[in-house]
C-alpha cells in the first residue's frame, strides 16, 4: 500500500500544476505537453487530434480533490476541478463525434457523481442531448463525422463508454425509447466486436444504408488482431454499461473481456499495444491500455460477488501497484503521471510519452483502491437526480 500512498500523493503533485495550465494538456512530446484552447471546439477529433481528451483533466482533479493527501502536504481543491468542468461548455453542442460523450462523462459527470457539484448537471444533459441527437439521426454511434458526413461510417469497441451517456440521458428523462435504441447499439457491438475467446476487434464498418458489413482496425496492427486499449475500452465500457443498467449479460461480456487480458497481461502491467503484433516488430508497450484496463477491472470487482470479486480486488491492485513502481513514481509534477502510452502506434503520434486520458483512468483506479467511497459497492460515476 506504501506504493499506492506514495503515487496518490504524487497525483496531486501534477494535477496542481496541470491546474495552472492555460490549455487542455493532451499527450507530452519530449516531457511537455500538446495542448488546445479552450476556446478551441472540434479542431480535429480524430484520436491523434486530442479534442474527445479534454474531459480528462477536470475527472483528475475532481478525484483528487475528492481524497486528500496521505502525507499532509497540500491538496487539489475542488475549486479548481470545477474551473476546469466549466471550461467544457462551448463543446456541449458539438455533434462532429460521439466521444463529446466520453468528454462530458469525465469532465462533468464524474463531478456530479464524486464531488456532488449539481451545477454541472444542465451542461452534462445539454451534451448528452447533443450525442444522443446526432445517435439517433445516423442510427448507429457513428465515431466520427457530422450526420450527413459519409466519410467516417464506422463505429467502435471505444463507443460502447459513449453509448452510457445517452443511457444515463434517458434514465434521466424517462425516454425508453433511446435507452432501447442505445441498447441495441452496445448489443451490435457485442456481436460484431467480442471473439468468443473475449478478445476484441476494434471497428465495425457500415454501408451507405446504417447496415453493418464488417470488421477493420484504425489503431490496431491488424484487422483479425487485438489491440490491448481496445480489450480496455471493452472492459470499461461494458463494466460502466453493467453499472448503469444493471444487466447480468453485459457483467457477463465484461468478465469475458477480463479473463483474456488477465491470461495476457501477467509479467509487466503494460501490455504490447496489440495482442497479436508478430515477432519481429519492434515491442513497443502501452500504459494508456493498462490504466483503462485496471479502472474497469476495479469498477467490474464492485458488480460481482465473493470470490470473483476478491479475484478481481487482488488482481486489479498488485497491477496498479506495479504499473505505479515501474511507470509513475519519480516522474516530476507536470510532464505526465504515467510513462510510456502509445496513442496511436501506426500512426505515429504520443508513442513513448504521457497520454492525459491515460493519466485520468490511473488516478480512477487509485481512487478506487485508496478512497472511502471509491471502495464502495455504490462508487458509480454515472450520478442520478436530474436539475
Known sequence: MEILHEAWNQVHDHAAVLAEGAAFPLWTHDGHWNTIDVEQDDGGVLPHHGSWMVGDLPAILWFASSHGRTDGGHAVAEDA????????????????????????????????SIGDDRSMVAMALK???????????????????????????????????????????????????????????????AQWLIRPDGSVAQVLRFDAQGKP??????????????????????????????????????????????????????DDPSPLWDFDLPSGEEPIRDSFAATLAYAGVLELANLVYDRKRAELLDYGREMVTRLAEK????????????????????????????????????????????????????????????E
Open 81 to 112: 476541478a470545477r474551473l476546469w468542468s466549466g471550461r467544457l461548455e462551448n463543446r456541449a453542442t458539438l455533434r462532429s463525434f460521439a466521444s463529446v460523450s466520453h468528454m462530458f462523462f469525465r469532465g462533468a459527470l464524474v463531478g456530479v
Open 327 to 386: 511507470y509513475v513514481l519519480g516522474r516530476a509534477p507536470g510532464t505526465g503521471l504515467v510513462s510510456d502510452a502509445a496513442l496511436d502506434v501506426p500512426h505515429k503520434h504520443g508513442i513513448g510519452e504521457s497520454v492525459i486520458v491515460g493519466d485520468s483512468y490511473f488516478v480512477e483506479a487509485l481512487w478506487r483502491l485508496l478512497s472511502p467511497r471509491g471502495q464502495t459497492r455504490d462508487a458509480s460515476l454515472f450520478p442520478g437526480g436530474s
Open 127 to 189: 451534451a448528452a442531448q447533443t450525442v444522443s441527437s446526432r445517435f439517433r439521426e445516423i442510427g448507429y454511434m457513428k465515431s466520427f463525422g457530422a450526420p450527413a458526413d459519409s466519410a467516417f461510417p464506422f463505429t467502435t469497441i471505444d463507443d460502447v463508454i459513449n453509448l452510457t451517456v445517452p443511457i444515463w440521458l434517458a434514465r434521466q428523462t424517462n425516454d425508453a425509447e433511446l435507452e432501447r435504441a442505445a441498447r441495441e447499439a452496445i448489443e451490435l457491438i
Open 213 to 266: 458489413v464488417g470488421v477493420d482496425t484504425y489503431q490496431g496492427f491488424s484487422p483479425d488482431g487485438c489491440w490491448s486499449r481496445g480489450q480496455a475500452w471493452g472492459i470499461y465500457g461494458f463494466a460502466s454499461a453493467a453499472r448503469l443498467t444493471g444487466d447480468a449479460r453485459y457483467v457477463q461480456l465484461a468478465e469475458r473481456m477480463t479473463n483474456y487480458w488477465i491470461d495476457h497481461v501477467q
